[in-house]
């Protein structure tokens, strides 16, 4: 049996948690559409209404963003994804992520060496080429 007449011990003085993967400046985002009052804040308007724009009027972005409206997410908490695998194989070829990094020549304009960056990014990651060949490995 347990003696309930002994004093409890205190609760810790700190509570130590996980060290956040995220950054700290990056936690209050939570989804890709909260990024945009920020971006059309900071970025010039030519360059926010390219990067956010679609051509002329819209259509094609608005009918990609309805047709992805039809699909949800089922969160599933305390799974072992330790086994997971995001490979994927397309036109016969193996990559390691089903995403890939579409040509935008002025990736340099929305980050610093932005296009350096994605162009390494894109080699690292066996990620799939862009079709026009815009990103030019570096190295």
Known sequence: MHDRTAAPSPPPATVNRAA???????RRYLTLDDFEPQARRLLPKFLYGYISGGAET???RSDNRRAFDEYGFVPRVLRDVSGRDQTTTLFGKSYASPFGIPPMGSSALCAYRGDIVLARARGRGQR???PLGVLADPA
């Open 128 to 130: 799939p080429d862009d």
């Open 58 to 60: 819209d259509a094609a």
């Open 20 to 26: 956040s993967a995220v950054p700290r400046h990056l």
